[in-house]
């Protein structure tokens, strides 16, 4: 059974600061990491999507890793800002059949402060 | 815009009602999902459809239950509602060429 976990559960930085946030798997066999951002009360929105054959993904000033032997992922963020606060989910897509269900980290809460 | 809607945005039932969500796709993604997200926890896969025929289980009682019709919508049924089925839902929608999925804003669901 595919289990994911975020550390930290949350991170509180002042404004201009890069940070990483971390995601792990236990079962390496994926097919795909997903990045997600979700505002409070809102919907997911997509950020970055890493294929399993991929390191590195890039969209700016985020970047986001994959080290699938290691079940590890990062997510990479340059220059926070206020707007970034938000809650971060990583997911992972197993299989390689069109029935491959995302499963979720329970979330890395940021908060960015001015 | 991820081109997914869902409604209603908030709903609030009584324990034993039954509800009825509903989620709109873009025109060619023959494959929607539903999740459930409890408050402060990830998403939890419920099912999910692929041309109207479901192709994929969560750890769900069968009182979930779903539809997908032609037009790209799709429906969550939920039976004998439970306090804990209070959650955010989420309906998740992608093509055939595409892994990436496209979430809708969610309907908030309160069972009394």
């Known amino acids: 059974k595919q289990e994911v976990t975020q550390i930290p559960a949350a991170l509180s930085v002042p404004e201009g600061e890069n940070l990483v946030l971390n995601c792990s798997f236990t079962?390496?066999?994926?097919?795909?990491l997903q990045w997600f951002r979700q505002d409070p009360g809102k919907g997911l929105t997509s950020l970055l999507l890493?294929?399993?054959?991929?390191r590195e993904q890039t969209s700016g000033r985020l970047n986001a890793s994959l080290d699938k032997s290691s079940g590890r992922s990062t997510l990479y963020i340059a220059a926070s800002q206020p707007g970034d606060s938000a809650t971060y989910l990583c997911a992972v897509r197993s299989g390689g059949t069109s029935y491959g269900k995302l499963t979720f980290g329970q979330g890395t809460i940021l908060t960015v402060h001015p | 815009e991820t081109g997914v809607t869902q409604s209603p945005t908030h709903l609030i039932k009584t324990r034993g009602q039954q509800v009825t969500l509903r989620c709109s796709s873009q025109?060619?993604?023959?494959?929607v999902s539903w999740y459930q997200q409890a408050l402060g926890q990830g998403p939890q896969f419920i099912f999910q459809?692929?041309?109207?025929?479901?192709?994929g289980r969560g750890n769900f009682p069968p009182r979930f239950s779903g539809l997908q019709f032609p037009n790209y919508s799709s429906e969550l049924n939920v039976n004998a509602l439970e306090l804990d089925d209070s959650a955010l839902y989420l309906c998740a929608s992608r093509p055939d060429s595409l892994y990436e999925q496209y979430f809708g804003p969610g309907t908030r669901l309160t069972v009394t």
């Open positions: 025109s060619g993604h023959n494959t």
């Open positions: 890493i294929q399993s054959s991929q």
């Open positions: 459809y692929y041309r109207e025929e479901e192709n």
């Open positions: 079962d390496s066999a994926i097919y795909n």
